[in-house]
């Protein structure tokens, strides 16, 4: 075999190879990551995803839920939110601005 045409691990060819598959496996990750099954059609929040996307702490969304604002299932010991019913309440709240 010719030394001119042995391909190394250094190679751009491999390099470029590789990084590919990395850039692959990371957007496999984050799919995974964020992949929330549906049952029924519905996907189910936990308190921490609502409180991250929505800015609200934990404490907040626990009020909302004593004082019947925002409805929820308690599972195993886990709240869940149906995403529906987080982006009514977001809908219901929403006011236009005049101009």
Do not use: A
């Not at 391909?7 to 990395?22: P, Y």
């Amino acid at each position: 075999m010719d030394n001119d045409n042995l391909i190394t691990h250094s190679d751009e060819r491999i390099v470029s190879f590789f990084k590919s598959l990395e850039n692959m496996l990371d957007g496999l990750e984050n799919l995974t990551k964020n992949y929330r099954p549906m049952l029924k059609g519905e996907r189910y929040l936990t308190d921490r995803e609502v409180s991250e996307r929505l800015k609200l702490s934990r404490r907040v969304l626990q009020n909302y839920r004593d004082e019947g604002l925002l409805p929820y299932c308690k599972l195993g010991g886990k709240i869940l939110y149906r995403e529906s019913d987080i982006q009514h309440m977001l809908d219901e709240g929403y006011r236009k601005t005049l101009g």
